[in-house]
């Protein structure tokens, strides 16, 4: 069963838009929210993550932003760039837990 | 600093066939995982070993064994390949559990 349902599969957007990624999750233990880059024949790599005791984070033009009562959580790309496109993947867990959950994955475009 | 190194980067099987998949961090992290990635699924944890010495059934474990062969070395052995094990695989690590993991570049896998 999937715990960390994302949306959308695949989105497209043109240089200087603001892509959005949606993730929902259904575990309330769940208290670590990453979300992981991943480029063309490369392992993922961590972007930026978010712990609820936050709505909102900021990393450069990266941003997460956090619904604890809906259990769910987003990314916003500012100013997105070509070089932001990559396949974007949330992932949560617990402190108690032992490993991320992660979500299906969004495959970013950014055209010029 | 290499990271987490990966071997091999591609491998053809054919059905029935056995192979081992070789991960090494030079990080000195604690804990390391074998996950696979199949397109709209995302990543899933096959196992994973908290510290050197132990290993656990991530979601997916079925078809695959693993050993820990020392805290810098993570193998992911296919008994008998099937082509539902035709998926691209990554070894992450991390230095305790849930926080940040170092992914591999991967290793794509074809069993025929």
């Known amino acids: 069963q999937q715990q960390v349902k994302q949306s959308p599969q695949s989105l497209i957007v043109q240089k200087g838009g603001i892509p959005i990624i949606n993730c929902a999750y259904e575990n309330t233990a769940f208290d670590y929210f990453p979300w992981y880059q991943q480029f063309p024949g490369k392992g993922p790599a961590l972007l930026i993550a978010i712990r609820p005791d936050v709505s909102e984070k900021k990393e450069g033009r990266f941003t997460i932003s956090f619904n604890k009562s809906a259990k769910q959580f987003s990314l916003h790309i500012m100013d997105s760039q070509p070089g932001d496109s990559a396949t974007y993947f949330c992932a949560a867990s617990s402190r108690s837990g032992s490993r991320l959950t992660f979500g299906e994955g969004t495959q970013l475009t950014v055209n010029p | 600093n290499a990271g987490v190194t990966q071997t091999p980067k591609f491998q053809v099987l054919k059905t029935g066939q056995s192979m081992t998949l070789q991960c090494a961090q030079d990080m000195n992290h604690n804990s390391m995982y074998w996950y696979r990635q199949d397109p709209g699924m995302g990543l899933r944890l096959i196992y994973y070993s908290a510290s050197e010495g132990t290993t656990d059934k991530g979601e997916v474990p079925n078809g695959y064994n693993v050993s820990r062969l020392n805290k810098r070395e993570f193998s992911l052995r296919l008994e008998s390949a099937a082509p539902s094990q035709t998926s691209v695989y990554f070894c992450?690590?991390?230095?305790?559990?849930?926080?940040?993991?170092?992914f591999g570049s991967g290793t794509q896998l074809s069993v025929l």
């Open positions: 992450a690590s991390n230095l305790i559990l849930v926080e940040k993991l170092f």
